[in-house]
């Protein structure tokens, strides 16, 4: 099983990026998905999440209004779009895949994780 986080790169504060999560191994279309990133020598915090039919969202306060997350289940990947983007948003973004249908909101309910990319805001 695999996720793979796609899309990062060097943006210019006020940007855009669009990152993906590609799945293979098996199809996660009945998990609820979600995104995680981690600063430079601070925790792993959630960003946002999905339901497993994409009928609910989850966003965490920082990043509410600037981001949008979706999923293709017929593609098993699910994107996040990050706008707005701001020097404080410079991380590793990783995907994860929840123990469940439900968006999940913490890596208590983190079944997967996927490999992160580093996406980087400049001032």
């Known amino acids: 099983v695999q996720l793979q986080a796609s899309g990062g790169g060097l943006v210019q504060a006020g940007g855009s990026l669009r990152l993906s999560c590609a799945a293979s191994g098996r199809t996660f279309w009945n998990n609820g998905m979600g995104w995680f990133r981690q600063a430079p020598g601070k925790e792993r915090v959630f960003v946002a999440s999905i339901s497993w039919n994409g009928g609910s969202t989850v966003f965490a306060d920082s990043v509410k209004g600037r981001v949008t997350i979706s999923r293709d289940n017929g593609k098993n990947t699910v994107y996040l779009g990050l706008d707005s983007l701001k020097p404080e948003d410079t991380a590793v973004y990783y995907c994860?895949?929840?123990?469940?249908?439900?968006?999940?909101?913490?890596?208590?309910?983190?079944?997967?994780w996927g490999k992160g990319t580093l996406v980087t805001v400049s001032s």
């Open positions: 994860a895949a929840g123990r469940g249908g439900r968006a999940p909101t913490g890596a208590g309910l983190i079944n997967y």
